[in-house]
């Protein structure tokens, strides 16, 4: 019973897939000999109301995971994509908390299409993957592990390790910091929703955003280039050193303005808990979070 409500294209399918005929070897029209008729519906029938009311819940809890997203698209346009969704990407876990996780990837991969006289650009769709990657994120760090029950880097302790010894300093990040890397500033959209708004969709600029938990609350942190750069170097086991010489390289013109921030990230990074130790890959040595 289970593979057949579960089957993404419909009941009469699921009766005739291997997973069904595993279990019992019928065919869609022999489904009276384990699901007895009653006197309005055929057995084919009752099996359909379990799976629409199953993908009818899968449905709610897609609207949950992304209402901005639906606010974006509208109610009608997104239960059309997260149809589509379910049939391309059906649920194969116990758990409804990786239910989404594919759905940026989905919208990627189809595209809405922006017809003539609907009144959006023709990079409307991408506005709306970076959106649907911005909400997932925050739902996989909400979901996932935080940094509530663990140690972090003390600011202070991060002051003390000497000058010397800063490029070879090798960084964790907490295990919930999340970095993207958009093409539009979906995060200004994102945070006027949830606060009631009715806001403008943005115009296309390049974003950079670090998402964490702290105190069981997500979130997110606009990013200059440079600054996403050393992140993404640290987060990857790059020595702050080489870190820092990665964005050197794309500052130019900025690379004054470059080190004269180094200090002031750090220090702000370290405070907001995107950190949990401090090695120097020169001696081995650890500087934990007390």
Known sequence: MQAVIMHPVGVEEGIASPAARECIEVEPAEAEMVIARSQALTSVERLGIYSRAYFARLLECLR???PVLKH???????DAFAAGYLQRYPSRSYTL????????????????????????????????????????TFNEVFDGPGTEREPLLDPERLQEIPAEEWPDMLLEGARCLRLLALRFPV??????????ESPDLPTRA?????????NYVVRHYELSLPAYQILKALLGGEAVGGSIGRAIESAGADTDRLSANLSEWFRDWAAE???????????DSTTDAC
């Open 187 to 196: 995060h200004r959209y994102f945070t006027a929703v949830r606060r009631q």
């Open 64 to 66: 949950e995971e992304f």
């Open 273 to 283: 808990g995107f950190f949990r130790t401090a090695r120097s890959r020169r001696n």
């Open 97 to 136: 908390v990786e239910l989404g996780t594919r759905f940026p990837k989905f919208l990627a991969e189809t595209r809405p299409v922006v017809e003539e006289g609907d009144g959006f650009s023709d990079d409307w769709p991408d506005f709306l993957i970076d959106l649907a990657t911005l909400e997932q």
């Open 206 to 214: 390049e974003s950079y955003l670090a998402v964490s938990r702290r």
């Open 72 to 78: 974006a698209l509208g109610e009608e346009a997104f």
